[in-house]
T-cell receptor, first 110, second 110 residues
Framework: DVKVTQSSRYLVKRTGEKVFLECVQD?????MFWYRQDPGLGLRLIYF???????EKGDIPEGYSVSREKKERFSLILESASTNQTSMYLC?????????FGSGTRLTVV | QKEVEQNSGPLSVPEGAIASLNCTYS??????FFWYRQYSGKSPELIMS????GDKEDGRFTAQLNKASQYVSLLIRDSQPSDSATYLC??????????FGKGTKLSVKP
């Protein structure tokens, strides 16, 4: 089975901090995605990547950036955390036959 | 903006009944269609994928696709209390990313 691992399950950060969320997959997938999930708003795509060094903006990229230096690792960066970025962050990996999600990081910005 | 629409529910069915979950999508170019199950506090888990018109069965689950009507459905036969979860419909967007509906909450009453 594909395994997608997110480094932290829960995270509490202060406003203005730079935050790194890490995601690693073990199936050599080229496609990786970052979503955030909020009650009533569903899953929204932040950024995605189809290859090393490549990145594409999703629907809500403002306030975020990403890094993909190696195929298996896709990092989401909050440049200056704000309270409206408190959310569940979900990383996914896969191809046209389906995507596997990591267990998620619940980030609280105080 | 490409959209995926689902009734938010909650949909309540008695144990042993058939649960029927529906989804419509706006992008006629979508090629792949998925159903995810998400338990409270957990990440989405892929349960069904379907790529061509018709029915696809897997155990108690049947996915149905009608591309002409832009409609996808999921039937759960012999519903169990353990099926109580939020079910997310997802379709591929033009860039290969997944576009999610906001989910239908299913409650199976013993």
């Amino acid at each position: 089975d594909v395994k997608v691992t997110q480094s932290s399950r829960y995270l509490v950060k202060r406003t203005g901090e730079k935050v790194f969320l890490e995601c690693v997959q073990d199936m050599d997938h080229e496609n990786m995605f970052w979503y955030r999930q909020d009650p009533g708003l569903g899953l929204r795509l932040i950024y995605f990547s189809y290859d090393v060094k490549m990145k594409e903006k999703g629907d809500i990229p403002e306030g975020y950036s990403v890094s993909r230096e190696k195929k298996e690792r896709f990092s989401l960066i909050l440049e200056s955390a704000s309270t409206n970025q408190t959310s569940m962050y979900l990383c996914a990996s896969g191809f046209y036959y389906g995507y596997t999600f990591g267990s998620g990081t619940r980030l609280t910005v105080v | 903006q490409k959209e995926v629409e689902q009734n938010s529910g909650p949909l309540s069915v008695p144990e042993g009944a058939i649960a029927s979950l529906n989804c419509t999508y706006s992008d006629r170019g979508s090629q792949s269609f998925f159903w995810y199950r998400q338990y409270s506090g957990k990440s989405p888990e892929l349960i069904m994928s379907i790529y061509s018109n018709g029915d696809k069965e897997d155990g108690r689950f049947t996915a149905q696709l009608n591309k002409a009507s832009q409609y996808v459905s999921l039937l759960i036969r012999d519903s169990q209390p353990s099926d109580s979860a939020t079910y997310l419909c997802a379709v591929t967007g033009s860039q290969g990313n997944l576009i999610f509906g906001k989910g239908t909450k299913l409650s199976v009453k013993p």
